[in-house]
């Protein structure tokens, strides 16, 4: 099992921005996924964004669409997430996973977490007035 590191979680008012990231061990292949979930209270966790490394392609929920961008880093295995546009309705724990699977993306698969064989251990956003 992979330990990745995320942080960039905080409280920010509504509108407002913050940037996460998660940073995968050198010690992994060059080839993954890396999907962005969250999880709030009293709700499941879902898929958020996700992207493949090497120039693959990203994936978003609906819910972020436009206002949450998805960026990675090859060189340093480090992926960021912009959050912009924040709304009260993103509060939530935000967690950053890795998906070996390279070869076999598909948008729905970012979205399912079982798919996702290593975790973070989440960093908490706050969207709040």
């Known amino acids: 099992q992979l330990q990745l590191v995320e942080s960039g979680g905080g409280l920010v008012q509504p509108g407002g921005s913050l940037r996460l990231s998660c940073v995968v061990p050198g010690r992994s292949s060059d080839y993954y996924i890396i999907g962005w979930f969250r999880q709030a209270p009293g709700k499941e966790r879902e898929g958020v964004a996700c992207?493949?490394?090497?120039?693959?392609?990203?994936y978003y929920a609906d819910s972020v669409k436009g206002r949450f961008t998805i960026y990675i880093n090859d060189a340093t295995n480090t992926v960021w997430m912009q959050m912009n546009s924040l709304k009260p309705e993103d509060t939530a724990v935000y967690y950053c996973?890795?998906?070996?699977?390279?070869?076999?993306?598909?948008?729905?698969?970012?979205?399912?977490?079982?798919?996702?064989?290593?975790w973070g251990q989440g960093t908490q956003v706050t969207v709040s007035s």
């Open positions: 992207i493949r490394s090497r120039g693959g392609s990203t």
């Open positions: 996973a890795y998906d070996g699977a390279w070869a076999f993306w598909t948008p729905y698969r970012c979205g399912v977490p079982s798919n996702f064989g290593s």
